[in-house]
């Protein structure tokens, strides 16, 4: 299984394709997804593209922070744990 | 208006006098018919007030009756302010869990100890490849070089529309892959020197 934290706002809840709508809540929205699921993993792949069109930036991640975070430049539902953030700006 | 003053101080009787209960006895606008004092008394008091000039008014002070809010617009208020308190609390319900939710998430990434800490202290250390930094859950970095500390202002965009905790994971995140975009991005607000011991954070 393969699982996508995405941090947005209430805005995201229009983006999520409606396979994986139930799935809003405010704070991070957790997406789990099969990758021999063609459908589901259609859908992700969607959304991905969807966020980083939106200036989303996804990292990959392990836990307790036993894997290297790196950036994700491209899909691929084999992925394991992904964290999505939103546009980071200067104040 | 006739601009007459006090003329004379008394108790109770035309001659100057200070006691305890002394009244003001004549008034004296150089017209010594302008009053009629009050009867001896132990506390004198004004009877009649009389001028040669106009009536007398104290200023011009206007009565107006404050019109009383109906039934109708009482229990409207009521409504309303038990609305916007059910509200109020509504929200605060969303935001402590949409701030529980991202504890988790960053609970993922640091594990239990470090966010003991974490929760305890709002702050947490994150080494990038070039520097350390300290994320501060209130929405402040701090760059840790070798001699100094740099304020930096770095957030997500439209930060009030998250909890604090997944400000801090995205920088953290951020800062560990990209660390050059991060210090681009950044503001400088100030340097000053490295402190002998740095406060306590929560790390990996």
New interface residues.
């Given amino acids: 299984m393969s699982e996508m934290s995405i941090i947005a706002s209430i805005d995201l809840y229009d983006i999520l394709p409606p396979l994986f709508k139930s799935n809003f809540s405010e704070g991070d929205t957790k997406v789990i997804w099969d990758p021999e699921n063609a459908e589901e993993t259609e859908a992700m792949e969607e959304l991905y593209d969807s966020l980083v069109e939106r200036g989303f930036t996804a990292y990959k991640v392990g836990k307790a922070g036993k894997q290297t975070k790196v950036q994700v430049k491209e899909f691929d539902p084999e992925l394991g744990k992904l964290i999505m953030i939103p546009k980071i700006v200067g104040g | 208006m006739a601009t007459s003053t006090w003329g004379t101080w008394t108790s109770t009787t035309s001659s100057t006098a200070i006691s305890a209960t002394s009244m003001w006895y004549s008034w004296n606008d150089a017209n010594a018919t302008d009053y009629t004092a009050a009867t001896s008394a132990t506390c004198d008091t004004w009877t009649v007030w009389t001028s040669n000039d106009e009536p007398m008014y104290i200023n011009d002070v206007v009565w107006t009756e404050i019109e009383k809010p109906t039934h109708q617009e009482r229990m409207q208020s009521e409504i309303l302010k038990e609305w916007s308190s059910h509200i109020r609390a509504e929200k605060k319900v ?2 402590d ?6 504890k988790d ?1 960053l609970l ?4 239990e100890d470090e966010l003991k800490i974490y929760e305890k202290t709002g702050r947490l250390f994150v080494k990038g490849k070039k520097f350390d930094y300290i994320v501060i859950n209130g ?1 402040k970095v701090q760059k840790i070089e070798k001699d100094k500390i740099t304020d930096l ?6 930060r009030s ?3 604090p905790t ?1 400000n801090v ?3 953290k ?2 800062i ?3 660390e050059d975009k ?1 210090l681009k ?3 400088n607000h100030g340097s000053r020197d490295l402190p002998e011991e740095l406060p306590l954070a929560a790390c ?1």
């Fill in positions: 969303e935001k869990s949409a701030e529980k939710k991202a998430l993922d990434l640091i594990g929405g202002c770095v957030h997500l965009a439209e529309k998250y909890p997944d994971i995205s920088l995140l951020a560990e892959a990209e991060v991005l950044a503001n990996m």
